[in-house]
């Protein structure tokens, strides 16, 4: 399977505990995102990748998050001392160097904070 | 007013009928657009580009306007694995893509 694969699946994790979670994009696509999906609501960016470099974040990033792209292929994204409304489904996708090309995203994270 | 918006429904169709889908945004740079489909619990997955000469694949044509800043789908002859989230996507160039929070499609048998 050549797309973009993302772990874990599902995470639940108590009130101030630290998580982490891993991308790995398209081989040759050198753009990755996070989104942040919750209930009824369309994906919002969180932050953006050219190979290595973190590019943009998102406002929605607080300093309880942090994301990293050592080599410029996976990605980690991780959240200290959780709390309940980081509950959300985390997307991560990636997107080729074409001029209007669309986003590939994996199937998610979904995290519950209890 | 948030920067794409769309009619979040549902729509509630029988199998057969033929349905549309509204989307507007507010940046006039905005330069691409896509039309992405979300079932439930589901990623998104790219349903199709919108161009601006309008485009069509099988039973789905999406259009542009941009003079109203705005883009449509239209789906003929609906199947029941047509029901799912429907996801207007806008491209301000770069990294800022914007997605709509949906519309959700129920086709009934």
């Known amino acids: 399977d050549t797309g973009v694969s993302q772990n874990p699946r599902h995470k639940i994790t108590k009130r101030g505990q630290n998580v982490t979670f891993r991308c790995d994009p398209i081989?040759?696509?050198?753009?990755l995102y996070w989104y942040r999906q919750t209930l009824g609501q369309g994906p919002e960016f969180l932050t953006y990748?050219?190979?290595?470099?973190?590019?943009?974040k998102s406002r929605l990033l607080s300093d309880r998050f942090s994301a990293e792209r050592p080599k410029g292929s996976f990605s980690t994204l991780e959240i200290q001392r959780t709390e309940q409304g980081d509950s959300a489904m985390y997307l991560c996708?990636?997107?080729?160097?074409?001029?209007?090309?669309?986003?590939?995203f994996g199937n998610g994270t979904r995290l519950t904070v209890t | 007013r948030k920067e794409v918006e769309q009619d979040p429904g549902p729509f509630n169709v029988p199998e057969g009928a033929t349905v549309a889908f509204n989307c507007t945004y507010s940046?006039?740079?905005?330069?691409?657009f896509f039309w992405y489909r979300q079932d439930c619990r589901k990623e998104p997955k790219l349903l199709m580009s919108v161009y601006s000469s309008g485009n069509e694949d099988g039973r789905f044509t999406a259009q542009l306007n941009r003079a109203s800043q705005y883009i449509s789908l239209l789906i003929r002859d609906s199947k029941l694995s047509d029901s799912a989230t429907y996801l207007c996507v806008v491209n301000r160039g770069g990294f800022k893509t914007i997605f709509g929070a949906g519309t959700r499609l129920f086709v009934k048998a």
């Open positions: 996708a990636s997107e080729g160097d074409g001029y209007n090309s669309p986003l590939h």
């Open positions: 990748f050219q190979n290595e470099a973190q590019l943009e």
């Open positions: 081989s040759e696509h050198n753009r």
């Open positions: 940046n006039s740079a905005s330069q691409s």
